[in-house]
């Protein structure tokens, strides 16, 4: 089985991305998912290696032997071994079925009645996340912050079409209707790191790009998070610099406890994982780009980072001038939360 799994790992992660693989499962539910895959692949396999052999043998043991002209012996039907081959795979089906119809029930539980479960209202946007922390009043974008250890219990909509949301390395996936019905699941990481999350339907020419993050930290530095997501906006310092930033942008934006509309809230994009959920932010430019670079390359040119997303372009919409856009990516890449 080993050899058989490493090869499937190989090949499933043919993009090397750790934290975004189903085979390295970093939770219960994803743990769960991962057993029962290994369970049907190990009956898979030994179905295979029996029926192989058995026809390695058949076709060795009766072939044509040199100088041979008479037809062999012609047999039809056969009771035994019609009853064989009909009950082993049914016993096979119901050693599959079981675990996998509890799974399938213990992936759709409902935890938002558990008092102790952090309670996440997820939309799906063409092509972002907005995530809303229902309890405390708070609304993000892109990163999804989790105190680790503890039960999300996610309630999930589309503010347009079928998306899916999915965390490979933490759970299962699950769609956000059109037609007004709000799933629910949950799941938790008991460890703290940064897991990517995808969207799993496709959704428009920008779908392969509506990724988000999963960042699991612990209880006091969520706590902090939750805190500093809740204080008064900073806005940029030179007054003619905000003002633009104002009209142009919180619109539709938030950032602090300024109100929004229908845009991803901006308050500390300074500290996410990545501009627009696929610009990876990386101070050292290894795996990624600085966040300036980042803000910079999608505030000059959104379009070209996701077509056909919904923001109006800086420049050609909002009149924007290039020193003026560039003052915003550096106001907006110092909006840290720390
Ligand atoms: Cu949203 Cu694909």
Same mark, same amino acid.
């Given at each position: 089985?080993?050899?058989?799994?490493?090869?499937?790992?190989?090949?499933?992660?043919?993009?090397?991305? %750790?934290?975004?693989?189903?085979?390295?499962?970093?939770?219960?539910?994803?743990?769960?998912?991962?057993? &029962?895959?290994?369970?049907?692949?190990?009956?898979?396999?030994?179905? +295979?290696? $029996?029926?192989?052999? $058995?026809?390695?043998?058949? &076709?060795?043991?009766?072939?044509?032997?040199?100088?041979?002209?008479?037809?062999?012996?012609? =047999?039809?039907?056969?009771?035994?071994?019609?009853?064989?081959?009909?009950?082993?795979? +049914?016993?096979? @089906?119901?050693?599959?079925?079981?675990?996998?119809?509890?799974?399938?029930?213990?992936?759709?539980?409902?935890?938002?009645?558990?008092?102790?479960?952090? #309670?996440?209202?997820?939309?799906?946007?063409?092509?972002?996340?907005?995530?809303?922390?229902?309890?405390?009043? =708070?609304?993000? *974008?892109?990163?999804?912050?989790?105190?680790?250890?503890?039960?999300? *219990?996610?309630?999930?909509?589309?503010?347009? @079409?079928?998306?899916?949301?999915?965390?490979?390395? +933490?759970?299962?996936?699950?769609?956000?209707?059109?037609?007004?019905?709000?799933?629910?699941?949950?799941?938790?990481?008991?460890? %703290?790191?940064?897991?990517?999350?995808?969207? *799993?339907?496709?959704?428009?020419?920008?779908?392969?790009?509506?990724?988000?993050?999963?960042?699991?930290?612990? %209880?006091?530095?969520?706590?902090?998070?939750?805190?500093?997501?809740?204080?008064?906006?900073?806005?940029?310092?030179?007054?003619?610099? *905000? %003002?633009?930033?104002?009209?142009?942008? +919180?619109?539709?934006?938030?950032?602090?406890?300024?109100?929004?509309?229908?845009?991803?809230?901006?308050?500390?994009?300074?500290?996410?994982?990545?501009?627009?959920? $696929?610009?990876?932010?990386?101070?050292?430019?290894?795996?990624?780009?600085?966040?300036?670079?980042?803000?910079?390359?999608?505030?000059?040119?959104?379009?070209? =980072? #996701?077509?056909?997303?919904?923001?109006?372009?800086? #420049?050609?919409?909002?009149? &924007?001038?290039?020193?003026?856009?560039?003052? $915003?990516?550096?106001? &907006?890449?110092?909006?840290?939360?720390?």
């Amino acid at each position: 089985l080993l050899p058989m799994t490493a090869a499937l790992g190989l090949l499933l992660a043919g993009c090397g991305r %750790e934290d975004l693989s189903v085979l390295r499962p970093q939770g219960p539910a994803a743990e769960s998912s991962f057993d &029962l895959m290994k369970l049907s692949i190990t009956i898979m396999i030994v179905v +295979l290696l $029996i029926v192989f052999s $058995i026809a390695a043998y058949v &076709l060795i043991r009766f072939r044509r032997k040199p100088g041979q002209r008479e037809i062999p012996e012609q =047999v039809e039907g056969n009771f035994k071994l019609e009853v064989i081959w009909t009950v082993i795979p +049914l016993i096979l @089906v119901v050693i599959l079925a079981v675990p996998t119809v509890r799974e399938v029930f213990a992936a759709g539980n409902d935890h938002s009645n558990d008092k102790n479960a952090v #309670k996440v209202k997820v939309t799906g946007h063409q092509y972002w996340w907005e995530f809303e922390y229902t309890d405390y009043g =708070v609304k993000t *974008a892109q990163d999804l912050v989790i105190p680790a250890g503890k039960d999300i *219990a996610f309630e999930l909509r589309t503010a347009d @079409v079928l998306h899916s949301f999915w965390v490979p390395s +933490l759970s299962g996936k699950i769609d956000t209707n059109p037609d007004g019905t709000v799933n629910r699941f949950s799941f938790s990481a008991p460890n %703290e790191g940064v897991y990517r999350g995808k969207c *799993a339907e496709l959704c428009g020419p920008s779908h392969g790009f509506m990724e988000f993050k999963v960042k699991s930290v612990s %209880e006091a530095e969520f706590e902090q998070w939750l805190a500093s997501m809740k204080a008064p906006a900073v806005l940029p310092e030179d007054p003619q610099l *905000a %003002e633009k930033f104002k009209s142009a942008c +919180l619109t539709c934006h938030a950032i602090g406890d300024q109100t929004m509309g229908s845009g991803p809230n901006l308050t500390g994009i300074g500290s996410r994982e990545s501009v627009a959920g $696929i610009l990876l932010n990386d101070d050292t430019g290894v795996d990624g780009a600085p966040i300036l670079d980042n803000l910079k390359t999608w505030l000059h040119d959104p379009q070209s =980072v #996701k077509p056909g997303n919904t923001m109006p372009d800086p #420049k050609t919409d909002l009149g &924007l001038t290039d020193e003026e856009v560039d003052g $915003i990516a550096e106001y &907006l890449a110092g909006y840290t939360l720390d």
